[in-house]
């Protein structure tokens, strides 16, 4: 039994939707992309690339001392670097240098150098704020791995490389900036320390010296030994003269001269240890020497002390006037500001695929929703 055989389909027929179809993609993409075209290749100006690379480095060097603590100077110095060029990052983002770079090369007269280009020759006013979107738009900045890289774009060669330097002269100036900043906060603290031992020290001394003037003596200390040492010399020659009595009386008449004159010589011995004993009791002044001693002595422990300490804070503070020269940072440029020889900007042929892209994929999604759309209805 034959099956039956179906109809030939009718050969398909543009219909009104398809002339539909047709004219918005002419509308909608192929207009569009040919005045993009049209306006890339014919007005708008040649644009100049200068690029250059830099990081922070730290100038830390390890010290003989230094061998057990170095990998942590290591890291502390990787650290410290990394914060810096995160500060780095956001300040060519701001507008502080952009006004700082506006001021030594008026970026506004830079940017304007294409008035015949509507869309990438600057056409702001006064304000700084246009400024800074048009420098947000011209240059470029690609960070990675603690190293800053930017792209900047001019209507001349010269003006890019020009901006490219002052970027970097401004990236170096804030490192400095920062550096000392580090250097007087490392060295605060160290500092009034110093002073301040200074000052003790210089309090200390000069009591000593009013001490001495006052009372007319060097040391006392020593005074005293002096006189401890003739006290022990009259002690001992009263001993010898004491033995000597008693030998005469053993062995001569009583009314020997020499008993006598021995008598008298002990006698003058011991007001003379008398005399030497009293002088511990007061001076001139009617100052106990033992009194003036127990005041020389703190005067002198707090001169020690004074100087001990001023020794330390001294150490203390080429220490860290030391430790803050080592760690010093500085803006090492890896790539130096280009020269460009020809334009690469505008990448027309980038920009019209893209617009010719981009228009495409637009107009598939609205051509989709007006038929589902209308399916629904």
Known sequence: MQKPVLPTASPAKLEKRHFGMVISFVLFVI?????????????????????????????????????????????????????DTD????????????????????????????PDDPIFSYH?????????????SKVRIYYDNGMIDLRILAFDPLDAQNIAKAILDEGGTLINELNDIAREDALRYARSELERSQTLLREARQNVSEFRNRYQLVDPTADVQSQIGVVTSLQQQLAEQLVSLGMLQANAQSNDPRISQTDLRIQIIREQIDAEREKFGSDSEDVALSELVGQYEV?????????????????????????AVRQSR??????????????????????????????SVLWVIGSLVFYSLRDRR
């Open 330 to 359: 500085y803006l090492a440029a890896y790539i130096r500001p280009t020269l460009a020889q020809e334009a690469e900007f505008p990448q027309r042929t980038k920009l019209l695929l893209t617009i010719i892209g981009f228009l």
């Open 87 to 114: 500060i780095l990052y956001k300040f060519i983002q701001s507008r502080d240098l952009v006004e700082r770079v506006n001021e030594n090369l008026d970026l506004r007269e830079i940017w304007s150098k294409a």
């Open 299 to 323: 005067l002198a422990v707090d001169r020690q002390f004074a100087e001990t300490s001023y020794t330390a804070a001294l150490a203390s503070y080429e220490s860290a006037r030391a430790e």
């Open 124 to 136: 702001g006013g006064d304000a700084l704020e246009d400024l800074v979107k048009e420098w947000e």
């Open 31 to 83: 207009l569009p992309s040919f005045l993009s075209g049209f306006y890339l290749y014919t007005r708008a100006a040649d644009q100049y690339a200068s690029f250059v690379g830099f990081s922070v480095r730290s100038e830390t060097t390890s010290s003989t001392t230094d061998v057990l603590g170095g990998l942590g100077s290591l890291v502390g110095a990787t650290s410290s670097s990394t914060s």
